[in-house]
């Protein structure tokens, strides 16, 4: 009969099902015996656990949400009621808090990985740039999750923050107000920062499936950085990787647990359980860590708009990275100048974080200055310079050939190949 | 092309390794304008418990002294029975504390309070509490543990923190030196001398001792579920690092043709 899907499934149930909708066709091609590169490290469990990690965000913020009132009155006690007076309330709340952190951690260390060994580049480059869609939509749901507490911290980056927009030249003020639904952070805001931060995870679902669809069509990328090219290289995603994945999830949900049980405030700011208050603004308005570095960015520009426009421009860059990078080998294993720069750029990150966190005054706007003009520099000069300047290492002949001459076998060494043991698990 | 990517390289790495240890360097500056007499804390650490004698007291310098100006919103005297008073003793608490409530002829008047009641408030509202205190607000005392950077230590270290200003430095009208408060001038006169409270158990009423029992206290209000928290942190993360173990020997075993 024309339409129907031929099922391989013997279960006469899921046959049934199967054969006027595929799913259980889809899982098997798509997470059973999905061909992926045999030579991931760990670095690639990471976006496994992103969605690990979007799916306890939203477990978690359904029941928050049955308990939270978003209204500038209650909403401080509301959530303190949670932590008090809710089953299980507590566990849910730095959950949450934390996870929003743990999400972070992991995106980042997912990036990391996409940069090091050029995960963005042919034919690649839609799936990084709906990634940095990926990282902007969790940008803004995190902010506005914050901001649901009706601490200090909310109150006053939320005024921070929504202000940005005012540097926009003729209608800044007017997008400002629209923002706000007032003319200044208040009722009106916070319920509609509720609003949108219930919506947007599942917008995030949403654009999480368009990348994982784009990733099934290209395959994944792996450490050598080279395409498969045959059967060999590749092993069925289950049992492989969902057992390498589920290692990996282990470890990151101890980290996470540290962080729940043990010290879940670490990663906030004591002025966050302080009731927002317009009429006293925080000695430091700080925002949450994983903001830091940009929030230096912001800061390191005297003119407000330049400062804004230069903040955006540190995410905007990343969209248009599969095109300033020049040279055609992916993994930075094979490229002697891009790895020691990979490395400074992480540190130009780590020392942005800091400046972030610090009143701009002294070394600290001397220090921002020099690392946001370093991590300019790094995508906009860098990276198109160093493709045409670098002599990368012979690349390997096959990601299973080296493999297999390690294990003792086979005949002379391809040269590529020897040039560094495999970076295997 | 003469191009050296190396001296680029160096270039770039020797300013910003330079920077690195100068972040180091001024937090570490800025670690010692603060910086917290740490104190040791029954409830510290991954096993630590609230010290139930001391919560006790700590209520009892809460009640006697802090409760005169402070508020405790959150916290309800069914709370109590969590520092190891029982049902009836926090029942004979709340009794002798009245809630305002609306009489039958429909007139503010006043009942006791209920181990479900919250804590009686000492203002009717934030106004009336400046009105009382020269102009100051009292913060509210429940989550404070949390409010404040440090929080047990700078707690204990604020209310050891009284003394005589340096010379040369003035202090405003109404404002007293504190060696611990933000900017050295607090509102709050030294609210625990030596013998504030008697205690009821005998303990000698030291500053330190005072002080040590009402950060307790207040370190429970706000965190009235630490006990449970831990110890259910304790079980899973020794669940997950079994967990931990027994995935990677399974790993191990899946992937052993492989290599």
């Given amino acids: 009969m024309a339409g129907l899907h031929k099922s391989e499934f013997k279960n006469p149930v899921i046959n049934w099902v199967d054969t006027r909708l595929p799913l259980f066709t889809m899982m098997s091609k798509e997470y059973g015996v999905f061909p992926t590169p045999k030579n991931f490290n760990y670095f690639w469990n990471f976006g496994a656990l992103a969605m690990v990690n979007l799916a306890i965000m939203i477990a978690t913020g359904v029941f928050l949400a049955m308990n939270y009132t978003p209204n500038t009155l209650m909403a401080f006690d509301s959530v303190e009621r949670i932590m008090r007076d809710v089953n299980y309330g507590w566990l849910l709340r730095y959950v949450h808090a934390n996870g929003a952190s743990m999400f972070f951690i992991v995106v980042y260390i997912h990036m990391f990985r996409g940069l090091y060994y050029g995960s963005y580049k042919f034919p690649r480059e839609l799936l990084w740039m709906i990634g940095v869609v990926i990282l902007l939509i969790m940008m803004a749901t995190a902010f506005m999750g914050y901001v649901l507490p009706w601490g200090q911290m909310s109150y006053w980056g939320a005024t921070v923050i929504t202000n940005l927009f005012s540097a926009i030249p003729l209608v800044g003020n007017s997008i400002v107000t629209w923002l706000w639904g007032g003319f200044s952070v208040d009722n009106a805001t916070l319920n509609r920062f509720f609003s949108l931060h219930y919506l947007m995870p599942f917008v995030l679902t949403g654009v999480i499936f368009l990348h994982i669809v784009a990733l099934h069509i290209t395959g994944s990328n792996n450490p050598l950085g080279i395409d498969v090219k045959s059967e060999q290289d590749t092993l069925p995603f289950h049992p492989y990787y969902t057992i390498k994945d589920s290692v990996g999830m282990c470890v990151y949900l101890m980290v996470f647990a540290c962080l729940v049980f043990f010290a879940p405030n670490l990663l906030g700011h004591a002025d966050n359980y302080i009731p927002a208050n317009p009429l006293s603004t925080p000695a430091e308005i700080v925002p949450e860590w994983y903001f830091l570095p940009f929030y230096a960015i912001l800061r390191s520009v005297p003119n407000k708009l330049g400062g804004v426009l230069l903040m955006f421009g540190a995410i905007a860059v990343l969209f248009v990275l599969p095109w300033l990078d020049t040279s055609p080998v992916r993994s930075a294993k094979f490229r002697p100048l891009y790895r020691p720069f990979i490395a400074v750029l992480v540190v130009a990150v780590v020392v942005l974080g800091q400046v972030g966190a610090h009143p701009p005054e002294g070394i600290w706007v001397v220090l921002g200055r020099v690392a946001t003009v370093y991590y300019f520099f790094h995508f906009l000069v860098l990276l198109p310079l160093l493709g045409k300047l670098e002599r990368p290492l012979p690349l390997p002949e096959s990601i299973s050939r080296p493999v297999i001459t390690r294990g003792g076998g086979g005949g002379p060494l391809p040269s590529g190949a020897a040039a560094k043991p495999m970076e295997k698990s | ?259």
């Fill in chain 2, 1 to 259: 092309m003469n191009f050296n990517p190396k001296i680029i390289l160096r270039a770039l790495v020797g300013p910003l390794t330079v920077a690195g240890m100068l972040c180091g360097a001024s937090l570490a500056a800025q670690a010692q304008e603060i910086e917290l007499p740490h104190q040791s804390w029954s409830f510290g650490g991954l096993f630590g418990t609230f010290d139930r004698a001391s919560a006790q007291r700590g209520f009892q310098i809460y009640n006697e002294v802090c409760s005169n100006c402070h508020s405790l919103k959150l916290a309800y005297y069914r709370n109590l029975e969590g520092i190891g008073l029982t049902e009836e003793q926090v029942k004979a608490i709340a009794a002798t504390k009245t809630m305002p409530t609306i009489g039958d002829d429909g007139q503010p008047a006043e009942r006791p309070a209920t181990p479900a009641d919250h804590f009686h408030l000492p203002f009717p509202n934030d106004k009336a509490a400046r009105a009382a205190n020269n102009g100051a607000l009292p913060p509210d005392q429940s989550v404070i543990e949390k409010a404040r950077e440090g929080g047990a230590d700078y707690i204990y270290a604020l209310l050891n923190g009284y003394g005589d200003p340096p010379p040369g430095m003035k202090i405003g009208d109404g404002l007293y030196y504190n060696k611990y408060f933000p900017g050295h001038q607090i509102a709050m006169p030294q609210p625990l001398q030596p013998d504030s409270v008697e205690y009821t158990d005998g303990t000698k009423a030291t500053l330190e001792q005072e002080a040590r029992d009402i950060t307790t206290f207040l370190t429970y209000i706000a965190n009235p579920e630490m006990e449970q928290r831990k110890a259910m942190g304790v079980k899973v993360v020794l669940f997950l690092a079994v967990m931990t173990g027994l995935t990677y020997a399974v790993k191990r075993k899946i992937w052993a043709d492989v290599h």
